[in-house]
T-cell receptor, first 111, second 113 residues
Framework: GQQLNQSPQSMFIQEGEDVSMNCTSS?????WLWYKQEPGEGPVLLIA?????ELTSNGRLTAQFGITRKDSFLNISASIPSDVGIYFC???????????FGEGTQLTVNP | DAGITQSPRHKVTETGTPVTLRCHQT?????MYWYRQDPGHGLRLIHY???????DKGEVSDGYSVSRSKTEDFLLTLESATSSQTSVYFC????????????FGSGTRLTVV
């Protein structure tokens, strides 16, 4: 089935640093989503993107729908300790019947 | 007001025993999904449902069965639990095919000893 390549797999950063992560697919998507999962909880939707080139922010988080429609990016500015968690990308192909998830980026923020 | 609840939250069971996990929703959503999450593998789809009595297999369905007799409930059964099924299981719901995302439950941590 469809695979999403999410990178990096893990990041260890200092508080205050900016973070970037991305997802790529081998086929065209018409929806890209970014989730955050905190320890002991299920993933929670952060940002949803629906148009190529779209740039959407949610506080210190900004995500972009790549213009090729085969990738998406998530940036976190001025990281804080509560940003710790696993970030997942997800997307739906044009003809797809459900979402495909990336394998996640584990983010650790050192105070 | 969670909209989706999973039970139990934690369970320890012995190899070879049957286990049923329950997902209950109050959102009247059409689509429901069962995932397992293991280190290094992200979220892997086990089974999903697109309506009452309508279910289909995901990528890791071997050893699992599901039932959906009511809109609000989606049950995942491990017919004969094995240690490889030790995992965290998440249920998710959606009113569409996913364009507005899935809402996830808080998970069930299952340990098979």
């Amino acid at each position: 089935g469809q695979q999403l390549n999410q990178s990096p797999q893990s990041m260890f950063i200092q508080e205050g640093e900016d973070v970037s992560m991305n997802c790529t697919s081998s086929s065209i998507f018409n929806t890209w989503l970014w989730y955050k999962q905190e320890p002991g909880e299920g993933p929670v939707l952060l940002i949803a993107l629906y148009k190529a080139g779209e740039l959407t922010s949610n506080g210190r988080l900004t995500a972009q729908f790549g213009i090729t429609r085969k990738d998406s990016f998530l940036n976190i500015s001025a990281s804080i300790p509560s940003d710790v968690g696993i970030y997942f990308c997800a997307g739906r192909e044009t003809s797809g019947s459900r979402l495909t998830f990336g394998e996640g980026t584990q983010l650790t923020v050192n105070p | 007001d969670a909209g989706i609840t999973q039970s139990p939250r934690h369970k320890v069971t012995e190899t070879g025993t049957p286990v049923t996990l329950r997902c209950h929703q109050t959102e009247n959503h059409r689509y429901m999904y069962w995932y397992r999450q293991d280190p290094g593998h992200g979220l892997r789809l086990i089974h999903y449902s697109y309506g009452v009595k309508d279910t289909d297999k995901g990528e890791v369905s071997d050893g699992y069965s599901v039932s959906r007799s009511k809109t609000e409930d989606f049950l995942l059964t491990l017919e004969s639990a094995t240690s490889s099924q030790t995992s965290v299981y998440f249920c998710a719901i959606s009113g569409t095919r996913g364009d507005y995302g899935y809402t996830f439950g808080s998970g069930t941590r299952l340990t098979v000893v």
